[in-house]
T-cell receptor, first 114, second 115 residues
Framework: DGGITQSPKYLFRKEGQNVTLSCEQN?????MYWYRQDPGQGLRLIYY???????QKGDIAEGYSVSREKKESFPLTVTSAQKNPTAFYLC?????????????FGEGSRLTVL | GDSVTQMEGPVTLSEEAFLTINCTYT??????LFWYVQYPGEGLQLLLK?????DKGSNKGFEATYRKETTSFHLEKGSVQVSDSAVYFC??????????????FGEGTQLTVNP
């Protein structure tokens, strides 16, 4: 079955540590996205990538970094510079640039900073 | 910039009740509009969409009509079920060649349906 796989589902981190969340898709989609979800705030865009080796900052990119070395993979690193990293992180993909159609989401990764 | 405003939740209904979740938007141009649903512990799934004014999106008994004159895209269902309990997100898409399919989401509305 085609889809998006995020791992790990749950992650605990001590303050000052960087962590990397994995996102893999086998939908052959060109574009991939990372959103952060906090209670009562909906989803906010962190980074997105429309093509391999290229990515753009979203609305809340500070304290995060990404890479897009392969079409199917878009890992997100939450760095120690992120002041409030505890949240639910969602990865998504879509067919490509200029498309206002459907986003396909993974099941999310919940990060808790201890 | 683009924005989406949803009615505040949570919403609690009895089974077979009528559901309305209000959504209004602000955008330049002619955006596409979406409703996504998130079941507990899961990612979001597309529920329905409309790409131009007066279009009606529908799926699983849910409907929403793209009203340009009132900049609204209210979600309705005639008879809700316990299995409809979830968080519902209204979203706006105004993708361009440089922005792709980046969507702007509302805050989400928690719906609980009691038997």
């Amino acid at each position: 079955d085609g889809g998006i796989t995020q791992s790990p589902k749950y992650l605990f981190r001590k303050e000052g540590q960087n962590v990397t969340l994995s996102c893999e898709q086998n939908l052959n989609h060109d574009a991939m996205y990372w959103y952060r979800q906090d209670p009562g705030q909906g989803l906010r865009l962190i980074y997105y990538s429309q093509i391999v080796n290229d990515f753009q900052k979203g609305d809340i990119a500070e304290g995060y970094s990404v890479s897009r070395e392969k079409k199917e993979s878009f890992p997100l690193t939450v760095t120690s510079a992120q002041k409030n990293p505890t949240a639910f992180y969602l990865c998504a993909s879509s067919i490509g640039a200029g498309n206002t159609g459907e986003l396909f989401f993974g099941e999310g990764s919940r990060l808790t900073v201890l | 910039g683009d924005s989406v405003t949803q009615m505040e939740g949570p919403v609690t209904l009895s089974e077979e009740a009528f559901l309305t979740i209000n959504c209004t938007y602000t955008a330049t141009g002619y955006p596409s509009l979406f409703w996504y649903v998130q079941y507990p512990g899961e990612g979001l799934q597309l529920l329905l969409k409309a790409t131009k004014a007066d279009d009606k999106g529908s799926n699983k008994g849910f409907e929403a009509t793209y009203r340009k004159e009132t900049t609204s895209f209210h979600l309705e269902k005639g008879s809700v079920q316990v299995s409809d309990s979830a968080v519902y997100f209204c979203a706006l898409g105004s993708g361009t060649e440089t922005s792709g399919s980046r969507l702007t989401f509302g805050e989400g509305t928690q719906l609980t349906v009691n038997p």
